[in-house]
């Protein structure tokens, strides 16, 4: 079991805005940023936002980051079917000296 | 820019060991961590540990201590990862990906496509 909670999944239509929500502790997204990694079918993950709000280069503003206390949130705005994924959050755990994921949220677009 | 080149796809039985290997291309690793983190089927991201090619210095996963080793030859920029006592459980992809501070605040940006491992009698 994840020490990072996700919801399983979430939906939209396209153009919809959909948030996904990764909840944590004072060990870890408390006292560190938080990552999002996008994992496309059959794919290797790969990195979506870095210290919660960071876009590498190439990666839409369709997608943002955000950080509250021992929450975080990954919104994909203006939803596209190339968006349909699973979605991880990742966080530094400073008592377990490791590295959590997230469950990871399936998206589907209707 | 760097790529990191993953060995192919094994199969072992019950009890053996594996190790898989993780090349940089176009780019040295040194100055970086690498991290083993694993897919099984169905199921979420898992962090194994990592290594500081540099120095050799590693962190594992607590649940995979004992169990694996993380290794590496600086003179062909290849990182290597080692489990041992396998179960089925272990049946899974095998990612390595770069990171330029390991802990805290730092973040994986370039992944590897991944070794397939299957643990099957």
């Known amino acids: 079991q994840s020490v990072l909670s996700h919801p399983p999944s979430a939906s939209g239509t396209p153009g919809q805005r959909v948030t996904i929500s990764c909840s944590g502790t004072?060990?870890?997204?408390?006292?560190?940023?938080v990552n999002w990694y996008q994992q496309l079918p059959g794919t290797a993950p790969k990195l979506l936002i870095y210290?919660?709000?960071q876009r590498p280069s190439g990666v839409p503003d369709r997608f943002s980051g955000s950080n509250s206390g021992t929450s975080a949130s990954l919104a994909i705005s203006g939803l596209q079917s190339e968006d349909e994924a699973d979605y991880y959050c990742?966080?530094?755990?400073?008592?377990?000296?490791?590295?959590?994921f997230g469950g990871g949220t399936k998206v589907t677009v209707l | 820019q760097l790529q990191l080149v993953q060995s192919g796809a094994e199969v072992k039985k019950p009890g053996a060991s594996v190790k898989v290997s993780c090349k940089a291309s176009?780019?040295?690793?040194?100055?970086?961590?690498i991290h083993w983190v694993r897919q099984a089927p169905g199921h979420g991201l898992e962090w194994m540990g990592w290594?500081?090619?540099?120095?050799?210095?590693?962190n594992y996963a607590q649940k995979f201590q004992g169990r694996v080793t993380m290794t590496r030859d600086m003179s062909i920029n290849t990182a290597y990862l080692e489990l041992s006592r396998l179960k089925s459980d272990d049946t899974a992809i095998y990612y390595c990906?770069?990171?330029?501070?390991?802990?805290?605040?730092?973040?994986?940006?370039?992944w590897g496509r991944g070794t397939t491992v299957i643990v099957s009698s």
């Open positions: 210290r919660n709000t």
């Open positions: 990906a770069r990171d330029l501070y390991g802990w805290g605040d730092s973040y994986m940006d370039v």
């Open positions: 004072s060990s870890n997204i408390g006292d560190n940023t």
């Open positions: 290594i500081y090619p540099k120095s050799g210095g590693t």
């Open positions: 176009g780019d040295t690793f040194i100055g970086y961590y």
């Open positions: 990742a966080a530094w755990d400073d008592s377990l000296n490791a590295w959590l």
